[in-house]
């Protein structure tokens, strides 16, 4: 009878206590809605954001705007360090502080967020669950100085800007500095725009001049004349637009969305119309849906740019990142850039043990692993793969040295002339009905081993279409492609800039020359359906590639402008195996064929292409990647 009693006793006891333990998931879970009603008497909004946030202590919640003008201020903003790669590291002063939620949803209604100075609007990190949506954000002042040139004179080597209205400057002891609510930067990075089209000026690599010597000095109020521009650089031409987004290593402070260790995103109806680096900086997150996300410049602007670099840009991301419906245009970099990061090995520890560094100094502190996930080390001069291992540990020292205790035993072919990728994080693209143009730079750029599709959108930047890279010696981007389909999209009038010739798909990992023959870094890319409608010859350059179906692309030769690289083949194609070229269509109104150059390729398919000459050549690109 007593044990009886007992175990109704103790039955009752986990009973009220699995109970108990329900309710209180059951609260946790529970969402809790802010409302934040507008009040144009409100100047700044960051401390009412910031204590609606706090007053919530929730980790689940919805934050509702009414739609209005809202503006914020840096005096009250969080403050934080950021390791932020490929822009700025630093003390950083966040609005919108979405750290370690469950669940975030914002919804703007329509609203404008405006900032002022030296802020970042959003950090979401350690976050589960986050959708944006229905808002539009800007900064009071952008982060590029512009200004029409109306006067120059190259025997003189000078040129006078009318500044745009909205740009404060001053100039000291002849050094001009752009500025905004707290922050100040003097000239450095600098392009052409044409003031008609609102596209890079054609050739604009002809005006692009080094910041030093440069020097500035007031002719009226809002009319600047620089002097000492450099004697192997043209002055700019009357009526285009110089924009200047001051010196690298400055210029990326502010970017306008930073996600890390954050998964199923979703940002939906949102429009940026300015940001002081990146729009939208991805690291280490996962899942992430873009639809009618827009990187652009508000209608009726006067102003060439929005965002100082890319639109998006995802670091050792993986799930799926989606692209539907988005518009890119007018910023100074690329629409997105996916890819993964390499380091390279610094110090042997022993058989299992090495260290990392980051070459690129804005990758120090980067976040590159954790236990579990799995390292691939590769050859930098030919990216060939070594050995993949699972990893143990991983220490950061401080942001350029990392050690590194490995599963198993370190291959004797790992030296200090070998680099490490983390192959657990990559993310597969889908981008479909999308438009990128109008900027600097590429399209898109694609350095991931996982399945992407580009289906159906318009291409129209200063550079290449599609750039499908992987490099262990400058900028450490990784990712060898395996798997991407690009199909059914239109590219029209790229590689006006006049650098290094841009083709419309560019396939060009970082290889030296007498490396080549050793294999082959990616493969399976089909490149099918596509328009393209081009002044100059270079369509397509692929290097490395097993497995390249280049099929039914129909080309059109404009005369929009005079070719720049006329010496080049349409096609180039080096070092590549499987390759098929079939049902191409080349269109020129005065007749000319297009050029098919082949060097050290094999098993080859090359038939029933219109348009094209009847023999292949050898004729590899001789203006790059030929070290």
Known sequence: MKNTFWFLIISLYFFMGCNNSNKTTQTEEKTTTINVSFNPLIKDYTPIIFNKLKEANSKNISLVFEKGSYHFYPEKALAKYLKISNNDNGNKLIIFPFLDYQSVILDGNQSDFIFHGGVIPFVIEETKVLEMRNFNMLWDKAFTFEGEVVANNSKNRTFTLKVNEDDDYEIKHHQLYFKGYDWKLPMGENIVFNKETKR???????????????????????????????????????????????????????????LYNASNINLQDINVYSSGAMALIAEKSENITMTNFNVMLPEGSTRMIGASADATHFINCKGLISFEDCTFENMLDDATNVHGTYMVVSEIINDYCVALKPMHYQQDGFDLASPGDSIRFITRTDLSKIQTNILKNIEQINESHYVLEFEKPLDKNITLESAAENISWMASVYMKHCKVRQNRARSILISTSKKVEILDNYFSSMMAGVRVCGDANYWFESGPVTDLLIKGNTFEDLGIGGHNPQAILQIDPIIGKKYRNLGYFHKNITFDNNTIKAFDPHIIYALSVDGLTITNNKIIKTYNHPEIFSDLSEFDIQNCNNVTITG??????????????????????????????NTTVINPNKYFYQN
């Open 200 to 258: 890079p000026y054609y050739y604009t690599s002809k005006y692009e001049l080094p910041h030093s010597g440069l020097n500035a000095r007031e002719i009226s109020n809002g009319v600047v004349q620089f002097y000492n521009v450099n004697k192997n650089k043209d002055v700019p031409p009357i009526g285009s637009i110089w924009v200047d987004k001051g010196p690298h290593g400055q210029n990326r402070r502010y970017p306008g969305i930073r």
């Open 584 to 613: 191409n269509t080349f269109q020129d109104k005065n007749n000319n064929k297009a050029e098919i150059s082949i060097k050290d390729c094999n098993n080859l398919n090359i038939s029933n292409n219109l348009g094209f000459e």
